[in-house]
């Protein structure tokens, strides 16, 4: 998994989709994104995430073809930064995800 503080909305592959249980309903649209990497078909769902002991719903784009350089998840600010305060201590090589009590 990937943290990305320049993405608003999580991402999942194709494969971590389907993995997951992730299926897509008849005649269901797909939606164009835009980035730097260019463009991707995708459907929005909703994931149940945990980090640490805290449980939450998380709001994700799962790509609905297979994009270079994204073989899990990027996680991207839309929840997960308003409710965790997040550390990234490059030297170390950790990422340190901290619950908001106000959150």
């Given at each position: ?91 170390e090589e950790r990422i340190i995800f901290t619950w908001r009590e106000?959150?």
């Open positions: 998994m990937l943290v990305d503080s320049g993405a608003d909305l999580s991402v999942i592959s194709l494969k971590t989709g389907q993995e997951l249980g992730l299926a897509l309903a008849d005649a269901e649209q797909t939606l164009l994104a835009q980035g730097v990497g260019g463009t991707a078909n995708f459907v929005l769902r909703s994931l149940t995430m945990s980090i640490d002991e805290h449980v939450f719903n998380l709001p994700v784009a799962w790509l609905q073809e297979e994009v270079r350089h994204i073989e899990d998840m990027i996680m991207g600010r839309e929840v997960v930064f308003d409710k965790f305060n997040i550390e990234f201590r490059q030297a106000d959150a």
